[in-house]
């Protein structure tokens, strides 16, 4: 059951005013939100927010292309293979599917009534900062910035790469060295952020095309797996695809499997490491589900966010975790049961099995586009994020600028953080915090008083935060695997699930006047905050290195936070 509240007025728990404290945003017309932050943004954070129109080009069909595109990326194709070792059974792997995608879904709902709540570019950036605080926001960044988002997309190009050299390089049994793929992975990175930085408006057209080519692939794959099925209803003795194992094994005995080229025998198997790995498929799951937060990354840009944005996830959500649970399906009916674990490209084998070399090319390069699309979108997230971070005062002012770098000529460039208050400025305008007329959507939050600056340039891309994620991404690549980047993104970026989750709950009975035009029942967050810390800490303990590495940032992050403030 969803609610749906009307606004009501704001005031403190000892009937005073709220009208001095005010967060304000300038928006700009092409889309990126200058942030002015005072005194009630620092500590209890005002009760209602007040509205003003301003351009906002997204609607729910862009929101919905952004989440298709991130979570129908590599995940589906390259994830199959590490939850496969993970489990004892086909069965079970199909199971953490569902469970990765009712759990992603809780999580997509809280998010949902986040931004429907408080529509602001950065998403959990700054949903965080409103309930705990700067430092909370600032570690989100710095994690996400410097070590999630870019490894993510150091993932995608790996399994990019890996994806569209498989086929072919299998055709005469050779295949290409690792630095040969990280190359190829870099240069594929880097040619995705230059066509992403010509405009918002190619990047959406961009990825509303690669929906089309991602949903196309999984259909394609699940077509496939259909086929052999109707095949041997019509001749049990039917040839077709070359794999008996569906059909003469059962889908849940256990069956030995091997990780990292060591046999695992589940029979033997105590319930202490049999739930290690259970974590560890998990967490390959909700990778490949992961996106369902990025949406909220552009909150303020969607029109009608308390409509549209929910409706926008719940869509998203339901078609990608029938994809995932149709595709894997498929997955196990075309491949032989002992070689889904062996490689990250699953879909190739599935296609080649089926109808030969020529449909693991076709297959692999539309694989290699789905990735594309994922990185895409990640680039559109991560443009907001940084500008966002960077207004904040969180990056230096060069990554807030909305353009070509100041060495490139152009007429009338401005930092798009220019004329923003210093992080502690207290405003002295008294303003409202709830409009009179704001029965409607939820726009963004700007001051009575304040006006939009003019573009920066021609161009509306932040070419300095393209810029960083380029070098970033590069690093990952270089020096990371695809399993070990698995862990490493996955943990890191579900300790900021969790802790946005929590924030929802304490925002509940904090503010509960707070215009709520999306409200999932309350058992929702708390359910997803429950699960989800009982992942990470036996995620953790399975995987001590990579969650060393998470804990050191966040001690990093933390210091460099205090020498800030």
């Known amino acids: 059951m969803v609610e749906h509240q009307e606004p009501q007025p704001s005031s403190r728990p000892d009937g005073s005013s709220n009208r001095d404290d005010e967060i304000s945003i300038q928006s700009s017309p092409r889309g990126y939100d200058t942030m002015k932050t005072t005194a009630a943004s620092l500590s209890p954070p005002p009760e209602g927010i007040c509205h003003k129109d301003s351009e906002k080009h997204l609607s729910a069909r862009h929101a919905f292309a952004i989440l298709v595109n991130l979570q129908i990326g590599s995940g589906i194709f390259a994830s199959p293979a590490q939850v496969d070792t993970n489990v004892p059974s086909p069965g079970a792997a199909l199971l953490v599917w569902l469970v990765g995608g009712l759990l992603s879904w809780a999580g997509a709902a809280s998010y949902a009534e986040f931004g429907a709540a408080l529509p602001l570019n950065g998403g959990t950036q700054e949903y965080l900062r409103y309930v705990y605080g700067d430092i909370a926001a600032f570690l989100m960044a710095w994690i996400y910035i410097f070590a999630v988002k870019p490894s993510s997309m150091a993932i995608q ?76 209803m019509i001749d049990p003795n039917s040839s077709l695809g070359g794999n008996t194992d569906w059909y003469s094994k059962n889908w849940f005995h256990s069956r030995p499997s091997m990780s990292d080229g060591v046999p695992i025998e589940w029979t033997n198997m105590g319930s202490w490491e049999l739930l290690g790995h259970y974590s560890a498929a998990i967490y390959a799951g909700l990778w490949a589900y992961d996106g369902w937060d990025n949406a909220n990354f552009v909150a303020s840009e969607i029109r009608n966010p308390g ?99 100041s060495w490139i000529s152009w007429p009338n460039r401005r930092a798009h953080s220019e004329g923003n208050a210093p992080q502690n400025s207290y405003s002295n305008e008294s303003q409202p915090l709830i409009a009179e007329d704001s029965d409607e959507d939820v726009a963004n939050i700007v001051g009575e008083n304040d006006t939009a600056p003019t573009p920066d340039t021609e161009s509306d891309v932040p070419i300095n935060a393209m810029l960083l994620n380029l070098s970033l991404t590069t690093i990952y690549i270089a020096t990371g695997s695809f399993r070990i980047l698995l862990t490493f993104v996955g943990m890191a970026m579900w300790i900021f699930y969790v802790s946005t989750a929590v924030a929802l709950i304490i925002l509940r009975f904090r503010e509960p006047g707070l215009r709520r035009p999306y409200r999932p029942p309350l058992v929702i967050p708390i359910i997803f905050s429950c699960v989800g810390t009982a992942v990470i800490i036996r995620s953790a303990m399975f995987a001590p290195l990579p969650a060393a590495a998470i804990a050191g940032l966040l001690v990093a992050g933390s210091l460099v936070g205090r020498l800030r403030s």
């Open 307 to 405: 409509r549209s944005l929910p409706l926008a996830i719940h869509t998203a959500m339901a078609v990608v975790l029938g994809c995932f649970e149709l595709v894997n399906i498929a997955y196990y009916i075309l491949v032989p049961w002992k070689l889904i674990g062996s490689s990250s490209a699953v879909a190739v084998m599935a296609a080649k099995s089926l109808l030969g070399y020529f449909a693991g090319v076709a297959i692999s390069i539309l694989v290699a586009i789905s990735c594309a699309g994922a990185v895409t979108s990640n680039l559109l997230a991560f443009g907001r994020l940084t500008v966002a971070a960077s207004q904040r005062g969180y990056l230096p002012k060069v990554f807030g600028i909305i353009g070509f770098p």
């Open 157 to 232: 190009c790996i399994v990019l790469v890996d994806s569209a050299t498989s086929a072919i390089a299998s055709a005469d049994g050779t295949t290409l060295a690792s630095w040969q793929l990280k190359l190829l992975a870099i240069t594929a990175q880097a040619s995705l952020v230059l066509l992403n930085s010509i405009s918002t408006k190619t990047t959406m057209r961009l990825s509303e095309s690669f929906t089309l080519f991602k949903i196309a692939t999984v259909i394609m794959i699940f077509l496939g797996g259909i086929w052999v099925l109707i095949a041997h």
